[in-house]
C-alpha cells in the first residue's frame, strides 16, 4: 500500500485489488436531498434499510433547521428578527458556529453572509427550480456584509443577525451533515460507513480492505466508469467544489453558486473543479470553496496550508499539492460512487 497521506482525512493508492477476494462487499445506496445525490455506503449490507432511515431523518432535521429554500426553516426567524437576539435550536447554532469559523478560517473567502447575493443572482430555490433566462441581469456587486457581524451566544443559544443580512449555510451545513450523519449511522449500526452528499464526503469507523474507493469528477451523477480519478479515502473528510455545475444563464451570463464575498459577484471560474482531503468533511469543503474564490492564487495558498488537493483548471489542466496522487497513480478500475 503506497500511502500518499498519513494525517486524519489520508487517502492511499491501492497496489492490491479493491476489496480482498474474502472480504464483504459494502452495501451502496443512493437517494436525493440538498437537491442532490445522497450516498450510503454501509460495511454491513444487513443494516442498510435502518441506516438509510436513520440518514434520511438527520439530513431533514439540517434541511428545517437551516434551508433559505422553505419559509418554515429555523433560519428564517434570523432573517425576520430585525437585529434582535433570536433563541435557536443546538443544531441552528452549531450549524451558524461552523459557518462562521470556516470564515474567520478562510479569511473571509467563504462567507455566509452571502446570502442576498445568491438571492439577486437568481438562486433563490431549490436549485432544480433555478432557471435560465434570456433577460440580462440587473444587479449591482457589492462585498459582502462580513461574517464578524454575526453574533453568537452560546450560554442562551442565541444568534443576532444584523437588520437586512441572509445568511447562506449551503455549502458548510451540507458538509456538516455528511460529518454528523456518518457518525451518528456508524456508531448506531456498529460498522464502518460513509456518506456523500453531492460533492461533500464523510468517513467513520473501519474502512473496507484499501479504503473507501470515491471517484472524482465534475459532477456526482457522472457514472463510476467516466469519472476522471479514482481515491482511496480510510478516513476523515473529501470535498469538491465546481463551477461547472449548479450552473444558469442570466441573458449573456453565465452565473454559478460560488460567490466572492470580497466583490459580492460570483467567483472566477479560473478552475472548474477542486478537491479536497481534510480530517473532516467541513474542513475539506472550506478549503475546496475557498480555492475556488482564491482563483489563481489557490496553488500556493493550499501548499502553504499543507492541504492536499487536486485542481482542474477551465482548460482541462491538472494541478495537485502536498501529496495527492496524481492520475496516474490513481485505481483504474471503477469507484462505488462518484463525488463531486
Known amino acids: 500500500m503506497d500511502v500518499v497521506a498519513s494525517q486524519p482525512g489520508a487517502f492511499a493508492t491501492p497496489e492490491i485489488s479493491k476489496y480482498e477476494d474474502d472480504a464483504p462487499r459494502p452495501c451502496v445506496r443512493h437517494s436525493r436531498a440538498f437537491g442532490t445525490t445522497v450516498t450510503l455506503a454501509l460495511a454491513r449490507p444487513e443494516r442498510i434499510d435502518s441506516a438509510q432511515k436513520l440518514l434520511a431523518g438527520e439530513l431533514d432535521a439540517i434541511d428545517r433547521a437551516c434551508s433559505r429554500f422553505r419559509a418554515d426553516s429555523e433560519i428564517w426567524r434570523l432573517y425576520t428578527s430585525g437585529g434582535t437576539w433570536v433563541p435557536v435550536s443546538p443544531l441552528l447554532f452549531e450549524l451558524v458556529a461552523t459557518a462562521l469559523g470556516v470564515a474567520e478560517r478562510t479569511g473571509g473567502a467563504v462567507d455566509p453572509t452571502v446570502g442576498d447575493v445568491l438571492e439577486a443572482i437568481g438562486y433563490d430555490r431549490d436549485f432544480a427550480q433555478v432557471e435560465s433566462l434570456a433577460t440580462e441581469l440587473s ?99 473529501l470535498a469538491s467544489s465546481s463551477t461547472a455545475v449548479r450552473s444558469w444563464r442570466r441573458g449573456h451570463r453565465l452565473l454559478h453558486h460560488i460567490v466572492d464575498p470580497f466583490t459580492g459577484d460570483v467567483a472566477s471560474s479560473h478552475w472548474r473543479l477542486v478537491s479536497v482531503a481534510a480530517g473532516s468533511c467541513v474542513d475539506a469543503n472550506a478549503s475546496s470553496t475557498a480555492a475556488i474564490v482564491w482563483g489563481e492564487r489557490a496553488v500556493p495558498r493550499l501548499e502553504a496550508l499543507e492541504v492536499p488537493a487536486r485542481l482542474v483548471r477551465h482548460d482541462d489542466a491538472v494541478f495537485t499539492t502536498c501529496g495527492w496522487p496524481s492520475d496516474a497513480q490513481a485505481w483504474t478500475s471503477p469507484p462505488e460512487f462518484t463525488a463531486r
Do not use: N
Open 139 to 237: 444587479f449591482d456587486p457589492r462585498p459582502a456584509p462580513g461574517w464578524w457581524r454575526v453574533e453568537l451566544d452560546a450560554s442562551a443559544c442565541s444568534v443576532r443577525v444584523p437588520p437586512g443580512v441572509r445568511l447562506d449555510l449551503g455549502a458548510s451545513a451540507k458538509a456538516l451533515a455528511a460529518d454528523l450523519a456518518v457518525r451518528h449511522v456508524a456508531s448506531v449500526a456498529g460498522c464502518g460507513a460513509l456518506v456523500g452528499i453531492g460533492g461533500d464526503v464523510s468517513v467513520s469507523g473501519d474502512p473496507p480492505a484499501g479504503g473507501w474507493p470515491v471517484g472524482i469528477s465534475v459532477d456526482s451523477s457522472t457514472p463510476v466508469e467516466a469519472v476522471g480519478q479514482v481515491v482511496s479515502v480510510f478516513s476523515g473528510g
